[in-house]
């Protein structure tokens, strides 16, 4: 089944970790993003990607990274100098990011909380 | 910054109702407008897309969109309990560097009751 994995599930960080969200797509997509929600909140951009070793800040960058050293794969880290870091994470992807009309499908995503 | 929104809710609708939400969005360009439904704790999926103005229908659900008003709705008929849910407007936007992102509104809950 093609589709975006995300793991964990769940995520328990203590203050002043990093922890890194895993996200994998076997669309053979070439776009990949990170979305973060919080209660009663829209979806708000965090990093996203067009193709290998490459990736553009969103709009609520600061606090986290990313890589792309596969075309499947995009995690994110988020560092210790993110100050709110509990919300929910989602993974997207897309055909591409140069498409105006394509849709993005979504990962499960990882609830994050600091205890 | 380009902007997407919705009235948050709750929109509270009998059942066997007709539910209307509606989205405005700033950016005059755009030219893709999604609907995802989010059931409560879970990622959203996708529902409807919309590219060109006036309506487009798939089984209970039509999006109308109105570029000069900048303005998108989708329409559910005969709505079900288990259409419950929040409903998320997203526009595609140009993000710099001829790319173009999705950025979504804050969602409004809908609750249909028995």
């Known amino acids: 089944d093609g589709g975006i994995t995300q793991s964990p599930k769940y995520l328990f960080r203590k203050e002043g970790q990093n922890v890194t969200l895993s996200c994998e797509q076997n669309?053979?997509?070439?776009?990949m993003y990170w979305y973060r929600q919080d209660p009663g909140q829209g979806l708000r951009l965090i990093y996203y990607?067009?193709?290998?070793?490459?990736?553009q800040k969103g709009d609520i960058a600061e606090g986290y990274s990313v890589s792309r050293e596969k075309k499947e794969s995009f995690p994110l880290t988020v560092t210790s100098a993110q100050k709110n870091p509990t919300a929910f994470y989602l993974c997207?992807?897309?055909?591409?990011?140069?498409?105006?009309?394509?849709?993005?499908?979504f990962g499960q995503g990882t609830r994050l909380t600091v205890v | 910054q380009k902007e997407v929104e919705q009235n948050s809710g709750p929109l509270s609708v009998p059942e066997g109702a007709i539910a209307s939400l509606n989205c405005t969005y700033s950016?005059?360009?755009?030219?893709?407008f999604f609907w995802y439904r989010q059931y409560s704790g879970k990622s959203p999926e996708l529902i409807m897309s919309?590219?060109?103005?006036g309506d487009k229908e798939d089984g209970r659900f039509t999006a109308q969109l109105n570029k000069a008003s900048q303005y998108v709705s989708l329409l559910i008929r005969d709505s079900q309990p288990s259409d419950s849910a929040t409903y998320l407007c997203?526009?595609?936007?140009?993000?710099?560097?001829?790319?173009?992102?999705?950025?979504f509104g804050k969602g409004t809950m809908l609750l249909v009751s028995p």
């Open positions: 997207a992807s897309s055909i591409d990011l140069w498409d105006r009309f394509t849709e993005a499908f």
């Open positions: 669309l053979n997509h070439d776009a």
């Open positions: 990607s067009q193709i290998v070793n490459d990736f």
């Open positions: 950016d005059r360009v755009s030219q893709s």
């Open positions: 919309i590219y060109s103005n």
């Open positions: 997203a526009v595609n936007i140009e993000a710099g560097s001829g790319y173009s992102t999705l950025t």
